[in-house]
């Protein structure tokens, strides 16, 4: 017997965003089929050059995601859609830190998330309901110092 549900789709989404959220689907997709460290090194690419996204500039990623594609927003989506945020992030010039690991309370699951200002992103869970197995934070820029 199955049990139906709904999925809640963000909407109020602009075009334009819906529109560089569906450019970066199909490689989110393609990145999620490759293994960890590839994906690591992938992303630590990706972000360089970047500067630290900040929570609405996460959010309003993620929920762009999760407007385009029901993947993305459904339970099983997280890998997909947090790499689909965080490549939306970088397309703007910010980098969010993309986190996976495990909930911290039975059943023990792994999950893919992004983080900005070290708060999970439209998780709806308590800050410290995962622990984080592998991360991919925004480089900090040393601070420039005048030629003296």
Known sequence: M???SALERP?????????????VLLPALVLSLLP?????A?????RRGAAAATAAQAQNARDAMCAVSLRCAGPRGCLPRSL???????????WPTWCTGVRVVPPFT????????GRPMGEGVPDDYFTRLMTVAPVSRPD???DL
């Open 84 to 94: 689909g945020a965080a490549l939306l992030c970088r397309l703007a010039g910010t």
């Open 144 to 146: 420039r110092r005048p």
């Open 36 to 40: 960890p460290r590839r994906i690591r």
């Open 42 to 46: 992938v992303l630590g690419l990706a």
């Open 110 to 117: 792994a999950h893919a998330w992004i983080e900005a200002d």
């Open 11 to 23: 909407t109020g989404v602009p075009f334009g965003r819906r529109l560089a959220a569906r450019l």
């Open 2 to 4: 199955t049990t139906p």
